[in-house]
């Protein structure tokens, strides 16, 4: 009986990734009853249920998971041998189940409509609409960057701890649900990674575990990337998948929040994209702006790349390829690149303010 139903089980992964695609073609569907029907119940139980433990209970069961998948390989190697078949059913099964919890608790967001859709923004842009929006940015990053230091040189510290950040990301939240309530975030389960070094040299700074509902945040990451990263994770807990939209919500999160320091962070968290993409289209006239941005700004920037630039080591190509194929079979065509896109939304919310 257990064999059999272990059958049933590991057929069902052809059946899922059938239901999977056929959803995947109806993105309305997926937003109406999916992304805006199911998983929001979902996502709120899990963070009520997890949300006040004051560790990562996904990280653990995470850990737990890797013990038992390396015990399970070492006792039944020898299955290789004499009963191949059933080895590779019950792996199947296992693979199969996953699947299903991935998508049924989280990933279907994947399919959801493009946020440019949903907010009605256009999606394209021009090379003069980006410097132009790059420019208010700036104004406002370098405002905010001299009201704080004082001194434009001085690159801005946040004067509060990892873990006080957390308790204020929710007000940020707070604040841009008035204009959009379908990001109203409560109750809250944001927490640093108990996989904060491996995490780090793996070249990522935070993920949503998709079983528990956790937000993960690196907790080793410069403390002034800490509230934006800390942000995208709650972007990717509230139903958006999609790794430019989690950006675009984590900068207007973050210049929504009440507090100088979150508004710094957001303004330049926006001003960075929209400068690579300058760079990348124009070199001469990113040369000429970036002239314009205070100091202290740019070594902001340059704290956080020395910090990647310090924990790069052979394996995290590895990870990122991975990664990268991992988005494309979601549905982003761009995989990592797919982070860039964030610049058309915020060209195209900002040119329209």
Known sequence: ????????????????????????????????????????????LFRFTLGWLPFSFGDIIYSCAIIYIIRWFYINRKRLKYDLKNWLIDIVAA???????????????????????????????????LIEV?????????????????NDTIKVILPFTKHEILDLIPHGYDNLQTAFPHLKYHPRSIKKSLFSYPLTYMGFSGYLNPFTNEAQVDAIIPIYKFPTTAAHEVAHQLGYAAENEANFIACLSSINHDNIYFKYTGYTFGLRFCLNEIYRRDEDAYNEIVQTVNKGILKNYEEVRSFWETHQNPTEPFFKVFYNNFLKANRQSKGLQSYNYVVALLVNYFDSQ
């Open 1 to 44: 009986m257990l064999k059999k139903k272990k059958n049933i089980v590991a057929l069902s992964l052809v059946l899922q990734i059938v239901v999977v695609k056929w959803l995947s073609n109806d993105p309305e569907f997926i937003e109406q009853y999916y992304s805006n029907g199911i998983y929001p119940l979902i996502s709120k």
């Open 134 to 150: 790059t420019r208010k940015l700036i104004t406002e990053a370098n405002n905010l960057h001299l009201s704080i230091t004082k």
């Open 95 to 129: 693979l199969a189940i996953l699947y299903g919890a991935f998508h049924i608790l989280w990933g279907l967001n994947y399919y959801r409509l493009p946020l440019h859709k949903s907010l009605h923004l256009e999606k394209d842009y021009t090379t003069e609409q």
